[in-house]
């Protein structure tokens, strides 16, 4: 059974920094993953998809990379801005049928 | 504008009514899927349908049940038999069963 852990729980930074997300998964045998956020009270918002044959993607001042091998994931955001504030989920696709198995996410404030 | 619709926003339920939340997609895609989202438990997959007419339980399917008529629908009904039906449930859609999958805005339940 897929287990995704996001690691830190929170995490407060001062505007303008750099920052790093972790996610880890139990099974590798996935068949891709995703980067999510959310606000308060909202849905998600889907920020990157890495398919298990990448190793990484880029949105503007995003970076997801993807190690199936040590069953790890990383989301760097460059030069934060308050507007990040939000709580990130990545979650493992690992079944034909599509299923995502979801991290408990990281809740990021951006203080200016 | 191509998106995924939930409605209401807020739903209260008396004990022992069922109730039945709308999800609609206009993105032309294929797969559909609900979710729960409760504080500290992450999202939890309810229902999915990979195409019209058919439909499969996901983790925690007890409670609740789902068509798809048309493949722009796919209505999930929260029954009396669900016991703890408090939480934000969110609808998704994607094109095929590995491809991104996209979030509506969700709808959140309370039981008076």
New interface residues.
């Given amino acids: 059974k897929q287990e995704v852990t996001q690691i830190p729980a929170a995490l407060s930074v001062p505007e303008g920094e750099n920052l790093v997300l972790n996610c880890s998964f139990t099974d590798s045998a996935i068949y891709n993953l995703q980067w999510f956020r959310q606000d308060p009270g909202k849905g998600l918002t889907s920020l990157l998809l890495i398919q298990s044959s990448q190793r990484e993607q880029t949105s503007g001042r995003l970076n997801a990379s993807l190690d199936k091998s040590s069953g790890r994931s990383t989301l760097y955001i460059a030069a934060s801005q308050p507007g990040d504030s939000a709580t990130y989920l990545c979650a493992g696709g690992g079944t034909s049928y599509g299923k995502l198995t979801f991290g408990q996410g990281t809740i990021l404030t951006v203080h200016p | 504008d191509g998106g995924i619709t939930?409605s209401p926003k807020y739903l209260f339920r008396k004990e022992g009514q069922n109730v039945t939340l709308s999800c609609e997609q206009n993105l032309n895609h294929d797969?559909m899927?609900w979710y729960r989202q409760d504080p500290?438990?992450?999202?939890?997959?309810i229902y999915?349908s990979?195409i019209v007419n058919d439909f499969?339980k996901?983790?925690i399917a007890e409670g609740y049940s789902v068509s798809r008529e048309k493949k722009e629908s796919f209505p999930l009904t929260v029954t009396s038999a669900q016991k703890n039906p408090t939480a934000f449930y969110?609808c998704?859609s994607?094109a095929?069963?590995?491809?991104?999958?996209?979030?509506?805005?969700?709808t959140?339940l309370t039981v008076l």
């Fill in positions: 939930q797969a899927y500290g438990q992450g999202l939890r997959l999915y990979q499969q996901g983790d969110l998704a994607s095929g069963t590995v491809s991104e999958q996209f979030f509506g805005p969700g959140r």
